[in-house]
Nanobody, 123 residues
């Protein structure tokens, strides 16, 4: 599975960005996927996840502001980020794996495949 992210950039606080993650695999429909972020000097943390059935989960810090979704026709995962805050500045990573125990969706070690990351800067 190859994951390629895009859509990062710089935005003012209160603004919006949408991240995309294209997944290159023959078994897209079976993938559990997530978005993680790692800020300067911080550990990588789970932001949002979506399982193979479309069930979503979010970190408390982004609930109501971020939305994870996937387009099955395009094999693409999205993260719509609204009302961005400076603490949202981080490198954002797309991750994927098969058969995740969903209670562990925010644990980076639960995911086998990772994208290269895309920088988001909120000022």
């Amino acid at each position: 599975v190859q994951l390629v992210e895009s859509g990062g950039g710089s935005v003012q606080a209160g603004g919006s960005l949408r991240l995309s993650c294209a997944a290159f695999t023959y078994s897209w429909i079976r993938l559990c996927m997530g978005w993680f972020r790692q800020g300067p000097g911080k550990e990588r943390e789970g932001v949002a996840g979506i399982d193979s059935h479309g069930i979503t989960s979010y970190a408390d810090s982004v609930k109501g502001r971020y939305t994870i979704s996937k387009d099955k026709a395009k094999n693409t995962l999205y993260l719509q980020m609204n009302s961005l805050k400076p603490e949202g500045t981080a490198v954002y990573y797309c991750a994927a794996s098969y058969g995740i125990i969903w209670q562990t969706w925010s644990d980076p070690t639960a995911y086998r495949y990772w994208g290269q990351g895309t920088q988001v800067t909120v000022s």
